[in-house]
T-cell receptor, first 112, second 114 residues
Framework: GNSVTQMEGPVTLSEEAFLTINCTYT??????LFWYVQYPGEGLQLLLK?????DKGSNKGFEATYRKETTSFHLEKGSVQVSDSAVYFC???????????FGAGTILRVKS | NAGVMQNPRHLVRRRGQEARLRCSPM?????VYWYRQLPEEGLKFMVY????????ESGMPKERFSAEFPKEGPSILRIQQVVRGDSAAYFC????????????FGDGTRLSIL
């Protein structure tokens, strides 16, 4: 079946540190890949997406590259801010489907 | 604000009561999805609906849970005879409908069962 595996958190960083959150997937066909962010008490916001191999999604300084050979979609940011503290979810939609399959989420805490 | 609107934000029910969760999709979106987030877990798909049709309910528990998206009005997720294990955050998302379009989420309904 389709599944997403994320690195376990929480991840605690100092402001301006480099961030990597690992995400790997298993899927039939060629999935579309997404990163969503959830701030406390709120719903999920789409952070970035990539729909085919070697695509790079980017937004607000975050980037992730769709790597078909390693079935990965790692999230990176060069310099995190306190305001980036949230839960980050990697997700996929497989083939011609419509439902999102989520990883368990990674809590990010950024300290000033 | 034309975002996905869910209400109520918080809902408290006693065991055995019914819970009704409402979702109004973004303007122009005809596809609605419901997801459940249990404490300390990721979101799990429950059901996918278009206007007046259930397209995929593979994630819905077989008993006590139902969903609808009528021609007029919001989508409703209904849980009958609630139990403690139904306590969770329930999120609705909507999309324009074409394959692989991003889904936009509401702020969720946090259901607590006493």
């Amino acid at each position: 079946g389709n599944s997403v595996t994320q690195m376990e958190g929480p991840v605690t960083l100092s402001e301006e540190a480099f961030l990597t959150i690992n995400c790997t997937y298993t899927a039939t066909g060629y999935p579309s890949l997404f990163w969503y962010v959830q701030y406390p008490g709120e719903g999920l916001q789409l952070l970035l997406k990539a729909t085919k191999a070697d695509d790079k999604g980017s937004n607000k300084g975050f980037e992730a590259t769709y790597r078909k050979e390693t079935t990965s979609f790692h999230l990176e940011k060069g310099s995190v801010q306190v305001s980036d503290s949230a839960v980050y979810f990697c997700a996929l939609i497989a083939g011609n489907g419509n439902k999102l399959v989520f990883g368990a989420g990674t809590i990010l805490r950024v300290k000033s | 604000n034309a975002g996905v609107m869910q209400n109520p934000r918080h809902l408290v029910r006693r065991r055995g009561q019914e819970a009704r969760l409402r979702c109004s999709p973004m303007k122009g979106h005809s596809h609605v999805y419901w997801y459940r987030q249990l404490p300390e877990e990721g979101l799990k798909f429950m059901v996918y609906l278009q206007k007046e049709n259930i397209i995929d309910e593979s994630g819905m528990p077989k008993e006590r849970f139902s969903a609808e998206f009528p021609k007029e009005g919001p989508s409703i997720l209904r849980i009958q005879q609630v139990v403690r294990g139904d306590s969770a955050a329930y999120f609705c998302a909507s999309s324009p409908g074409t394959v692989n379009q991003p889904q936009h989420f509401g702020d969720g309904t946090r259901l607590s069962i006493l």
